[in-house]
């Protein structure tokens, strides 16, 4: 399989990176700053902007899916922001025009509905960031792709790659989920062409 990565530099594209490639898959890593990404076998690297799209269309040529691991920088949360809107609604437009219909997206589970005070306190904090998200699902969720979107809790640095997942919410008992876990699940579902457009809590 021919994968386009988005993200690969971030913690969680990393490790989608490493797998995609220890799975024997083609990988092009569509990236600003392509001096970031170790030169490997069966990897491309092709400069971008993904906030944009611009050269994204070509960079798609021969490809069977998308995995997009991108995400907000931790300031960017914190205040009023349309970046992961922009990266949505330019993979979404991309992916239209190159005829790739597959996509595994990152968003979060601050979305799912929750108890207790500390949920609370996240869900206010990161509120600008929440309707960034709300707004980027809406516009890959709505399209003629065929997605998974993948709403993870805190994301933490382990060396495992277990998760648990449940449809539309977020597996109890759980509030935090590696970062290597998210990518398996990701890579997972588009091998396996499983999870065609839902929702997926992954938690650990």
Request: proline share 5%.
């Amino acid at each position: 399989m021919h994968l386009l990565l988005l993200g690969s530099t971030g913690r969680t594209g990393g490790h989608v990176l490493d797998l995609a490639l220890d799975h024997g898959h083609e990988v092009t890593a569509f990236v600003r700053s392509p001096s970031k990404v170790v030169s490997r076998p069966k990897l491309n690297v092709v400069r971008g902007d993904p906030q944009s799209g611009e050269g994204l269309v070509a960079a798609l040529e021969g490809c069977d899916a998308v995995i997009s691991t991108l995400g907000a920088p931790p300031r960017e949360a914190l205040r009023p922001s349309t970046l992961m809107t922009q990266f949505g609604a330019a993979t979404v437009r991309a992916m239209s025009a190159a005829r790739v219909p597959r996509i595994a997206i990152l968003s979060a589970a601050v979305l799912f509905p929750g108890r207790g005070l500390a949920y609370r306190f996240f869900k206010w904090m990161l509120s600008h960031h929440a309707r960034d998200l709300v707004s980027m699902e809406k516009l890959v969720s709505e399209s003629d792709l065929l997605w998974t979107i993948a709403r993870p809790p805190r994301l933490v640095q382990a060396a495992d790659s277990n998760y648990r997942k449940e449809t539309n919410a977020l597996p109890d008992g759980s509030m935090s989920v590696s970062f290597r876990a998210v990518a398996a699940f990701l890579l997972e579902a588009v091998e396996s062409r499983s999870h065609i457009r839902e929702v997926v809590g992954i938690a650990r």
